[in-house]
């Protein structure tokens, strides 16, 4: 797994919605935020930025730097 510390990260804002409105884009640091608070976890992640796990999924798709981040943040399976 990959190396990354807290420091890398911004925080996260506090959202006062229940669910982020759809007009309101996730940022790419947002996301890697979220991604590395929820370990890797993209349903963990999506909780913490109040969207369904398919649009973060969508950002995560768009953006290389997001994809290997997930794949250094995921655990590696023994084979």
């Not at 796990?53 to 399976?77: C, E, T, Y």
Request: no cysteine; aromatic share 8%.
């Amino acid at each position: 797994m990959g190396e990354h510390s807290p420091e890398e990260f911004l925080p996260l804002a506090f959202y006062p919605w229940i669910s982020r409105p759809e007009t309101l884009p996730i940022e790419y640091d947002e996301a890697a935020t979220a991604l590395y608070l929820g370990k890797g976890d993209v349903n963990s992640a999506a909780a913490l930025l109040k969207v369904v796990p398919a649009r973060l999924k969508r950002v995560i798709r768009k953006s290389g730097r997001l994809q290997l981040l997930l794949s250094d943040l995921q655990p590696r399976r023994e084979g």
